[in-house]
């Protein structure tokens, strides 16, 4: 089956429940989307498709149906997304282990809403958790990035 | 410069550039160096190409200590932030003993910081005379005419990097006694633009974490466990895994606790668990519920303590008490809560061509796993290796007296021909469901005032079940019978509160137990200020003069305290809260650090709380890292508040009720508003900060509740106990 993963077209053997988490990690090596709960619950798993946050442990990869993005799509150590450079502005990053799957939430969000308040950022981000307990720093860093790509 | 956090790739690295430099520290404890990496573990390694990498003796679990440890070096060695790079120290017990609780390495009780600021700083000055020596033999010049900066040597009419002293640098013996630079001197410590050198990594998806160990031809395990704690495995029939991709073989590990399901991915291995059969005995299988906990620890509560805490005249006490004219009373009650790190439980483990293992793990205390490891395979201590990678959290999980994940990964490997890595990955649902929980403790307070309103009589019982009896933490935890993280808190609080009696008394072993972020203080915290705040309602004083009534005097205890509680009071406009919301305070020491916070709300327990503002202040002495204290002050404190508002760890019949995060949620971003987090300047040893955020937290907000509703909450969870949140 053919998956397109950061831009690259991948030919991929696998099952047709089996979780595009898994595909991504397991088979495909692709290390930055993380697995914490399995259930939809936590939001480390989040990658785009066409553009959409998903939760990729609750989408089976046969289903996926359109090019993936995940945080290494995002944009790259020379090159970061400003959701990614505000997150380093702002050091949100504690552990870090679910905040990739938060900047793909937050990508999502201000594609969709370039200017978001308060509450827009809570609802939208409210299904991500980060038991570092970051939330308010990345509150800030999603209003960071939203005046970034505004200016652009 | 780029930060090479594979031990490996370093020593390659040093060998290809030729001559190395190490600064160490010999098990003796006197300053030690070397010019081969392989004789000595340092703690600062430079290259004669100028590279110069901090050997971080604790792991990373977010707290930030790979920055702050370099940041020690880099201070003394005059370098900017991006001349160093880091590496995790191997598993070493001597060298890189946490001094504070050795003879081991491992980290915890927030004391990374506390016990490193002196020697990373005195290698860092080590490495920086040495290398000025150096200089002034190659130039002639007295190397008190030369300084280092930048990674430049210059004096006495001559200038050049250091990588060009290196060589000779190793040859010279490292001074016993390096001068350390004055404080008013430091241009890293204290800095509040100091970055965090892990950032850009967690910033852009490379960073790799132990669940992101993907070794050559590995195989994942799961373990198949059993509903109750203690039952074991009797038989398996992997019959129905046989048709699914990936599976490989399932068998009962060694010690019977559970079943090894092999597979060739997670996903493999995680429907090949569900499909497996096991048969399991539990004729000394757990059977207790939480209900029964609670009712043996309210019990105890209500009968005289097995231990006097604090070796007070109880009968004295109890008079005073029950003679003051006004008595409060409360009996408090905390049910076990989990650690939940985002990363869930995970590690490899392999063979080595020398026929030695080879641990990769975000690895709390390595010398445990270290040792478990070299009894299962029968191998001597030096031929196990432990490569500590990135943890993703902990707040304790990662660290168990029985090294309990690692030692199931060594039994799984066990099982094997040892010809393929072992990827060991527990579910969330392993996570919740396998004991290793904060406590259950309850207990049981009167407070005696007189007709002024001033304490006469404060006694406290505490029952609950000892985290550290029975395991090799006892020795220097239990005195007197009395295991130390049951009673932190209370008997040794800074507070002056006259004839005051704690009993402590130890309930039954039910479940497997842990610390927990902050450990006892996350209930004792919690008792004392909702006491001294029901206390200071009683007496009619405001909460922040009741509490500064008992820190009066000279003494650090008090006027740190004190200074915190102030702080946090101003900053937050204590006493005028804008129209609608409430205010609640409360302040704790522990582990070494002073924190006081003032939760803000709206909304009141029958309608709904909102959490709007938290407001903290805290004096941990230096303040090595601004920033990263103050992330660690907002993390801790959503620690604090999320727990206590709705979860709690539940059994019936010894099963835990809980299964993953719908039923037990953690704190989400819409629960928590804005938190704002004041240093108090100091110019003592720096103490912890990965702890002391979390036990005011809680109290603060039941506090806060209490102004808006009237109602102390004293049996947790909050939302399960008449408030609720919105």
């Keep these: 089956m053919k998956l397109t993963v950061n831009g690259t077209e991948h030919e991929v053997d696998f099952e047709d429940d089996m979780p595009l988490l898994w595909v991504l990690r397991d088979e495909l090596n692709i ?28 989408t089976a990869a046969a289903d996926v149906w359109g090019a993936v993005t995940t945080i290494e799509g995002l944009g790259t150590p020379d090159a970061m997304h400003a959701v990614q450079a505000a997150w380093v502005d702002h050091q949100v990053a504690q552990c870090g282990y679910c905040q990739s799957g938060q900047m793909m939430q937050a990508a999502a969000l201000l594609a969709a809403n370039p200017a978001p308040t308060d509450a827009d950022i809570d609802d939208a981000m409210n299904g991500n958790l980060c038991r570092c307990g970051t939330y308010p720093r990345i509150r800030a860093a999603v209003k960071t990035a939203a005046t970034k790509l505004q200016e652009v | 410069m780029t930060i090479d956090t ?21 098990p ?145 013996d490292a001074p016993a006694d390096p001068p350390l630079k004055d404080p008013s001197e430091f241009r890293l410590i204290g800095n509040p633009d100091v970055r965090r050198l892990d950032s850009a990594a967690k910033g852009d998806g490379t960073a790799m974490f132990a669940m992101d160990i993907q070794r050559p031809n590995q195989m994942i395990a799961m373990i198949a466990r059993p509903e109750q704690q203690r039952a074991t495995a009797v038989s398996v029939d992997v019959s129905g895994a046989e048709g699914i991709k990936g599976f490989i073989d399932a ?139 990135l943890a993703g959290g902990s707040f304790g999980r990662r660290a168990t007296p029985q090294a309990d994940y690692q030692v199931e990964a060594a039994l799984a490997f066990s099982l094997t021909d040892r010809s393929r890595p072992v990827h060991l990955v527990w579910s969330r649902e392993d996570d919740l469901r396998s004991g290793y ?53 209370t008997a040794d609080s800074p507070y002056q509160i006259p004839t005051a009696a704690f009993g402590l008394t130890d309930t039954e072993k039910a479940t497997s137990t842990l610390w927990w972020r902050a450990v006892g203080h996350t209930h004792t915290a919690y008792v004392m200020e909702v006491m001294m705040d029901m206390t200071a309602k009683a007496a009619g004083i405001d909460p922040v003069d009741f509490r500064l009534a008992y820190l009066t005097g000279n003494g650090a205890d008090q006027t740190r305290k004190a200074g915190v509680l102030k702080l946090a009071a101003e900053k937050a406009n204590w006493g005028n809260p804008p129209a609608g919301r409430s205010q609640g305070i409360a302040v704790h020491k522990s582990f070494g650090s002073y924190v006081a916070e ?6 009141t327990a029958e309608d709904g709380i909102k959490i709007e503002k938290v407001t903290c202040a805290v004096d941990c002495g230096i303040a090595v890292n601004p920033d990263i204290i103050k992330a660690q002050m907002e993390g801790g404190i959503g620690y604090g508040i999320g727990h206590n508002m709705r979860d709690q760890i539940t059994l019936t019949g010894g099963v835990v009720d809980q299964y993953n995060f719908p039923d037990y949620e953690p704190l989400r971003i819409s629960d928590i508003g804005a938190i704002e987090v004041h240093i108090l300047p100091s110019a003592e040893a720096p103490t912890g900060v990965g702890e002391p955020g979390t036990p005011p937290a ?15 909450v004293a049996t947790l969870p909050m939302d399960d106990n008449g408030v609720s949140f919105v």
């Design chain 2, 437 to 489: 929980y904060r406590p259950a403790f309850g207990h049981k307070v009167r407070v005696g005032l007189d007709a002024n309103g001033g304490i006469v009589g404060w006694e406290h019982r505490i029952a609950g079940q000892s985290i550290m009896k029975g395991t090799p933490f006892e020795a220097f935890t239990i005195q007197d019978g009395v295991d130390h993280s049951s009673v932190e808190g």
């Design chain 1, 31 to 58: 290390k930055g989307v993380k697995y914490g709960c399995g259930v939809a619950q936590c939001g480390a798993c989040t990658v785009h498709i066409d553009g959409e946050a998903v939760r990729s442990c609750q």
């Design chain 2, 598 to 603: 003032v939760v803000e709300i709206s909304g």
């Design chain 2, 28 to 172: 003796n404890g006197a300053l030690a160096a070397s010019g081969t990496p392989s004789m000595l573990t340092p703690f600062v390694q430079i290259g004669s190409d100028g590279s110069v990498t901090a050997i971080v003796k604790h792991f990373e679990m977010g707290q930030g200590p790979s920055t702050g440890l370099t940041t020690l070096i880099a201070e003394e060695m005059g370098l900017t932030m991006d001349q160093i790079g880091y590496d995790f120290a191997p598993s070493n017990p001597q060298v890189y003993n946490n001094t504070l609780f050795g003879p081991m390495q491992g980290t915890g009780g927030s004391t990374a910081m506390a016990n490193s600021f002196m020697q990373y700083r005195q290698a860092g000055a080590a490495a920086r005379e040495m290398l000025l020596q150096a200089a002034a033999q190659a130039w002639g010049a007295d190397a008190s005419a030369l300084t280092l900066q930048d990674g430049v040597i210059s004096g006495a009419g001559n200038s050049a990097p250091l990588g060009d002293f290196v060589e000779a640098a190793a040859t010279l």
């Design chain 2, 251 to 389: 068998q009962i590990l060694p010690n019977a606790a559970g079943v090894a399901v092999f597979a060739e991915t997670t996903w493999g291995a995680m429907q090949a668990r569900d499909a497996i059969s096991v048969e399991w005995d539990t004729s000394a299988a757990e059977t207790r519920s939480s209900d029964e906990i609670e009712a043996e620890i309210r019990a105890a509560l209500e009968a005289e303590p097995t231990y006097n805490v604090n070796g007070a005249d109880l009968g004295a006490v109890r008079a005073a008490v029950d003679g003051a004219e006004t008595i409060v009373e409360e009996t408090f009650y905390f049910p076990l809560l989990a650690h939940a790190p985002m990363e869930p439980l995970n590690c490899t483990i392999e063979q080595t061509e020398d026929g030695g293992i080879l641990l990769h793990d975000g690895c709390q205390f390595p010398t445990i796993p270290h040792g478990a490891i070299a009894e299962i395979f029968g191998i001597p201590f030096e031929k196990v290796q432990i490569k500590t990678v």
């Design chain 2, 698 to 712: 809680a109290p603060a907000l039941a506090n806060a509740i209490a102004a808006a509703s009237d109602m102390h």
């Design chain 2, 6 to 26: 594979s031990r490996r790739g370093f020593l390659k690295s040093a060998a290809a550039v030729g001559a190395v430099l190490v600064v160490g520290i010999r």
